[in-house]
């Protein structure tokens, strides 16, 4: 399109002729009082019968059927002073003096070489006379004329009207402008020059009868270009989408219905011409539920072993005059399904990968050109999860088909088959998304896995009394009550009194309706009752098989054979022994040791014959003390070992050395029991020592012997 951007001298103006040329009638006559209507900012959208009645028409014809004007563009202000003595008008200064009608000159079905005229009509809108004149960039298609009086004052509400001329040199499009000057501002009149054009007869609007939600409904059309061009066209939603059609040819265009939701559905068809022009088609339509159901809306499975199946039948009833399409989904509605589809493992995966990348680019600069590759394949890894249906998938519970059409008063068999690997309740809802159906039909399956029916022939066992360091052997059976093969495998114990049991074997495999022997031993070196709790874990069920064991963990049983020590009264220096046994009772061996607590830490305690033989010796000193007393008792033996149900002899010997009276005690403490376990008392007393004389003592000897 040829546009002419020189402007044209105000001389060349006043030279402009004045007489119209040879060659053309003057017929065109423009409306009077035209509507005066602001610019909007909106496009006016177009239907094809308004667009096609717009281009059918001829340059006279659409100027006689143009009714309304717009206000003008200004293009610059000017200072008033300098043209005119009038310094105020009751035009606002956003508003020309003049309004042009019509505000846009068209030219439209002309023939190239030939002469075509449009008068530009320019009203005062002032309440005071003004001037104006046009100027014209310089064309090869475009003239001006303009009137007689062009030098003259318009009067408050009259017109000046110049005559544009037009001759094309080819049936194209034309871009041109006119510049009106005032004594105020300049503005513009665009002119444009409408080339061929194509014209395709579409409906205005175009019905859909009632058809089943999410079904697709189709309407065919066939298409003729009416206009004198070519037409390109680009249609939304149609086949073919993008088109190319000659003058006076048809095509078959296809429009295709498919509503997500129940209810009436409008909208606007865009065909866009590759020459601009944007028409719109109405499109109505309208949906609703069909009677598509399931048989029922849950299904309870029989409850099943691990590794074997079971298998249930949901049926899928079409009763309408439809085919159906169905989908098993795992989500409720498309905005769930959507939702996760984009919050899956993906994007956590480029993350972490993009930041293995980092780390590597931090020690070869060189790996930074793979970036784009890794970029890549995560866009082509994310248009494939947007393209996958995210049919129900689980791998427990598996429906077959999981998708198929269903054609009309039909029935589609849904086969459910379970397939446990664990002993749990399993509960899911899956939905059926079918085409005639909005909301997806919801399934509620419960089914139950079971895996190996172990038990033992006791679930506690209470071993009583039971003597420390002995040993016990225990058999327990496990048998499988089930259909399918149990392995069981002992968890070790983490307790000090559970680490005291043994198993033998810890683990192993019951075949159906078989039993097995498990040996128990027990042997504990620590006293006290015990509640020990044994778990066994068996594959495929989620709770532990139990074993209990409790009892008490004794020491051994003994005891004296008198139940006191009297020595009763004794002499001074003089050693008196006494004899007893120690016998255990137990079925265990017993270590022990003898001892008197009471007893003094010093010296061992000196007889009259040892007296003697001390001549320097002159007297019996009290000592307070016990680490300085004497020891005045002797135990035979110490310590030792009783075995199981035996006894043995001992003898407890007294030399005092002191004048008192004896109320002591022989403990015994028991190897691996404790301290002082049993006390035997030892009753005593010395009454007197005798004077300390070598020479009497000696004669008293003598005499005696």
Not at 152 to 172: C, D, H, R, W, Y
Not at 400 to 412: F, K, L, S, V
Not at 448 to 456: A, R
Not at 573 to 589: D, K, R
């Amino acid at each position: 399109m040829l546009t002419s951007k020189v402007q044209a001298s105000q001389s060349t103006l006043q030279n402009l002729p004045l007489k119209m040329p040879d060659g053309f009638k003057t017929t065109v006559i423009a409306p009077r009082n035209p509507k005066l209507v602001k610019r909007e900012d909106k496009a006016k959208k177009l239907t094809p019968s308004v667009y096609a009645q717009e281009l059918s028409q001829t340059t006279e014809e659409r100027l006689a059927n143009t009714y309304e004007t717009h206000p003008p563009r200004i293009l610059e202000l000017l200072d008033m002073s300098e043209t005119t003595h009038h310094k105020f008008s009751t035009v606002d200064v956003d508003q020309p003096f003049f309004q042009p009608y019509p505000s846009e000159i068209v030219f439209q079905n002309y023939m190239p070489s030939e002469t075509y005229e449009v008068p530009l009509v320019l009203r005062n809108t002032d309440k005071i006379p003004h001037l104006v004149k046009v100027v014209e960039e310089a064309s090869l298609y475009f003239r001006v004329v303009s009137p007689v009086d062009i030098g003259s004052k318009v009067a408050p509400g009259m017109t000046s009207t110049f005559t544009i001329l037009f001759t094309p040199q080819e049936n194209k499009d034309y871009i041109h402008r006119l510049i009106c000057v005032t004594e105020r501002e300049k503005f513009e009149v665009p002119i444009r020059a409408i080339g061929a054009r194509a014209i395709l007869d579409f409906p205005d609007q175009l019905h859909f009868p009632l058809c089943p939600v999410k079904c697709s409904m189709q309407k065919t059309l066939l298409v003729r270009n009416i206009g004198n061009g070519r037409a390109k066209f680009h249609p939304f939603s149609v086949e073919p989408s993008v088109g190319t059609l000659g003058i006076g040819e048809s095509m078959q265009m296809t429009i295709e219905f498919l509503p997500r939701t129940t209810g009436d559905h409008s909208q606007q068809l865009l065909l866009h011409y590759n020459t601009g022009e944007d028409v719109y088609v109405s499109l109505y339509g309208a949906s609703s539920d069909v009677n598509v159901r399931l048989d029922r809306n849950s299904v309870l499975l029989e409850k099943t072993y691990i590794t074997m199946a079971s298998e249930r039948t949901v049926a899928i009833l079409n009763r309408s005059d439809s085919i159906v399409h169905y989908q098993w989904k795992s989500f409720a509605t498309q905005e769930e399904e959507e939702q996760h589809r984009f919050c899956m493992e993906l994007q956590q995966e480029e993350a972490d990968e993009m930041e293995q990348f980092l780390i590597e680019c931090g020690a070869d600069p060189n790996m930074r050109d793979r970036l784009s590759l890794l970029s890549r394949t995560f866009q082509h890894r994310r248009r494939q999860l947007r393209r996958e249906p995210l049919l129900f998938n689980d791998k427990h519970i598996i429906l077959e088909p999981q998708e198929g059409d269903i054609w009309p008063n039909r029935t589609a068999e849904i086969n459910i088959i379970f397939k446990p690997q664990e002993a749990r309740l399993y509960q899911h809802t899956v939905y059926c998304d079918v085409t005639g159906r909005e909301s997806r039909l919801p399934l509620r399956i419960k089914a139950e896995g079971m895996g190996p029916k172990l038990q033992f022939n006791f679930d506690l066992l209470d071993v009583g009394n039971v003597f420390i360091g002995s040993k016990h052997s225990y058999e327990v059976l496990v048998s499988n009550k089930g259909l399918i093969d149990g392995p069981y495998r002992l968890e070790p114990p983490s307790t000090a009194m559970g680490l005291c049991f043994s198993f033998s074997p810890t683990e192993g495999m019951v075949p159906p309706g078989a039993c097995h022997a498990l040996e128990v031993r027990f042997s504990s070196d620590k006293l006290g009752t015990f509640f020990e709790e044994f778990r066994f874990t068996v594959v495929g069920n989620p709770q532990p098989l139990k074993l209990t064991f409790r009892g008490c963990v004794m020491g051994p049983t003994f005891h004296f054979s008198v139940l006191e020590l009297n020595f009763g009264e004794v002499s001074f220096g003089f050693p008196y022994t006494l004899t007893c046994s120690l016998s255990n009772t137990s079925l265990v061996s017993m270590s022990f040791d003898l001892r008197i607590p009471a007893d003094g830490n010093g010296a061992d305690s000196i007889t009259t014959t040892e007296q003697i033989s001390q001549l320097d010796r002159n007297e019996w000193t009290a000592v307070d003390r016990v680490s300085e007393r004497p020891q005045e008792f002797r135990v035979t033996p110490t310590s030792g070992s009783i075995r199981a149900q035996g006894q043995m002899d001992i003898k407890v010997t007294l030399c005092s050395n002191t004048v008192q009276q004896y109320s002591l005690a022989l403990v015994v403490d028991v190897h691996g029991v404790g301290e002082e376990v049993l006390a035997l008392p030892i009753k005593a007393s010395c009454p007197t020592a005798p004077p300390f004389r070598p020479a009497l003592w000696l004669t008293w000897w003598v005499s005696c012997g």
